[in-house]
């Protein structure tokens, strides 16, 4: 029986080590990944004004927006959708904005600033399309 004790024992002393094993190790894991699994929360970017102009004499839309992020921490720059609609709303045009499309120089290039803002300028080029409204979104793909 004594043996049999000194079985169980070791067996359970290794589903302990495994057990911590796994732990520590799911736990470096979360821990390497923490920025990437919050930074892409959309609902803390949000789009807080936003103007579509045309410049007709170039045959170019000029898209303005301010992202702000509300979370208290970084996050990755979101894509941005463009959406133009005719008269009776239904899609003329659309066009994904990605990261490295819209920020202006200067613009730290990894993440929007915990609690910061960005304002966005753009000059789009969009020859007779025949729009007459607009969507803008944010989103992570």
């Known amino acids: 029986m004594k043996l049999g004790t000194r079985v169980v024992c070791r067996l359970l002393w290794q589903v302990v ?6 732990f520590v190790v799911a736990s470096s894991c979360l821990a390497g990944s923490k920025r990437m699994l ?4 959309e609902q803390f970017v949000a789009i807080e004004s936003s103007d579509l102009q045309s410049d007709n004499a ?7 927006a301010t992202l702000q992020n509300r979370a208290d921490y970084a996050q990755d720059w979101p894509a941005l959708e463009l959406t133009m609609n005719d008269t009776h709303d239904t899609v003329v045009t659309r066009k994904v904005l990605l990261p490295a499309d819209y920020p202006p120089p200067g613009t730290p290039p990894d993440a929007l600033a915990a609690n910061g803002e960005l304002a966005v300028r753009l000059w789009i080029e969009a020859k007779d399309i025949g729009a007459a409204g607009y969507r803008l979104f944010v989103f992570y793909p």
């Open 17 to 22: 080590l495994a057990s911590l094993l796994l």
């Open 38 to 41: 919050w930074e892409s929360r």
């Open 58 to 64: 170039r045959g170019l839309i000029v898209l303005q």
